[in-house]
């Protein structure tokens, strides 16, 4: 059985004040809840890392992941955090390859392959993130470009490498909209994604990989989009600043 995943992509917001209060509701409905089965994961801004960790404590199935980390593995690359760094504080998941920085940070897919080796190296958990521009699917070459954004930055890797990796479709129309993906348009993509990796690492693997939709999720989509078949969970981002948000939505499965 595949892993259900709901991460939380805190993105650049909340004071340290707030990012405790946060984290600590969180914890506290989570654990009140009853509802383990599903693998949370905090991904605050890298400050927020170290005491969302603490505050987190030894509660079972809540992980800390960063947004980001760099392709280098250590040296003089100024403000720069390497995998080596997050995984020496107990982070044990990394966004790579968002939109955002993509577009903004002009991340290209060989950069975003050499971010997925240093994480692996350091056993850290990728979410790789991958997902089409509205243009893109207007122009009905949607599939074929997804599929492209996995083979260019994740075919190199072993299957055992592989095996680590999570993935999560976004497609970039829905993102910070309020535009969702309908459930039948996710299904449609992350099956024809697990197809694509089961054509290179075989049905078993494909199998295992959980694939997660982000985009606009929130509490009153997540159940539908998590009734598809082929949907693993979420990368959830404005709805993950909201405790009882984010919440009602890793109790959508
Ligand atoms: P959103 O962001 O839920 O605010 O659309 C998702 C993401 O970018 O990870």
Redesign the pocket.
Known sequence: MRKKIVAG?WKMNLSFEEGQQLTSELVNMYKDEAIQDVVVVLNPPFPHLYPVKRLIGDVAGIFVGAQNCSDKESGAFTGEVSAKILASFGVTHVILG?SERREYFKEDQALLATKVNQALAHGLTPIFCCGESLEIRESGTHEATVKAQLTASLFHLSPEEFSKVVIAY?PIW???TGKTASAEQAQEMHAALRGHLASKYGQAIAAQTSILY????NPGNAKELFGKPDVDGG?????SLKSRDFIEIVKSF
């Open positions: 992509n968002h976004e829905a993102i910070g982000g985009g606009s999720a990368l959830i981002g404005g709805a």
